[in-house]
């Protein structure tokens, strides 16, 4: 039996390769791995920007691997539409991930002016900082607005798996994520505890893309229509 009724179509009962393409993208989005492999794994306390700041060592991949992930993951959009049940939560769910990867594409494009250790004192500077945090901030929200928005438009059709994995990524991996950063980031006692908060936040959105990628492909078409949470 089918989830979501006349409109899915027999291509799309098998996908493999937009699994693939989701987990090529989330771990794209966590390149904070990349860096920490490629500095002899140190710097796991230093705030993933600033990495990508000019003359880090791995500041372009870094960049180019942000952009090339929103891309992969707008290219998997079109099936999770047709996936997710019509009406609004549907269309904010994923016009929601479009703006998450224009405002990654945006902080790639517009880094940070400042590696870790530098002061960003001068007046270009503290602009750019704030465009580059601003399109960052904007890029986060935008994402977990779509997880929410996801498990509304799921929540009386299912499948079960995909809004409970939508409803504790967003509690977990967006509200409590974020705020712990936050509070690490304004005390910064520990040092080191701002990148690591700020690694798991980045690993909740990781886990989102991986999900988007496994719902796109269809694999659970046959599994019956769960029951509300």
């Known amino acids: 039996m089918s989830t979501h009724g006349p409109s899915d179509t027999p291509e799309d009962e098998s996908r493999p390769v937009l699994v693939v393409i989701g987990v090529v993208a989330a771990f794209l989005y966590a390149n904070f791995v990349i860096d920490w492999v490629l500095s002899d794994f140190t710097g796991m306390g230093k705030i993933v920007s600033e990495l990508e700041a000019p003359g880090e060592p791995n500041a372009m991949l870094l960049r180019v691997t942000d952009v090339v992930c929103a891309a992969l ?7 999770v539409r047709r996936r997710l049940p019509p009406g609004g939560w549907r269309e904010l769910a994923v016009w929601s991930v479009v703006v998450f990867a224009l405002g ?32 960052s901030i ?21 499948p079960r798996w995909f ?5 504790w990524n967003f509690w977990l991996g967006g509200v409590v994520a974020s705020i712990v950063f936050e509070y690490f980031n304004v005390t910064m006692d520990p040092e080191w505890a701002v ?9 909740g959105i990781s886990i989102w893309i991986v999900t988007l990628g496994v719902f796109a492909s269809g694999w659970d ?7 509300n949470r």
């Open 195 to 203: 990148g690591v908060s700020q690694r798991v936040h980045i690993l």
């Open 138 to 158: 904007v890029s986060d929200t935008a994402l977990y607005v779509s997880v929410a928005a996801a498990w509304l438009s799921t929540r009386q059709t299912g």
């Open 163 to 167: 809004r409970t994995i939508a409803w």
């Open 221 to 227: 078409r046959d599994v019956a229509p769960a029951r």
């Open 73 to 79: 993951v707008v290219s998997l959009l079109p099936w």
């Open 104 to 135: 990654a594409s945006i902080a790639a494009f517009i880094s940070s002016p400042c590696g870790p250790g530098e002061v960003c004192d001068s007046s270009s500077q503290k602009l750019q900082t704030s465009l580059h945090d601003g399109s």
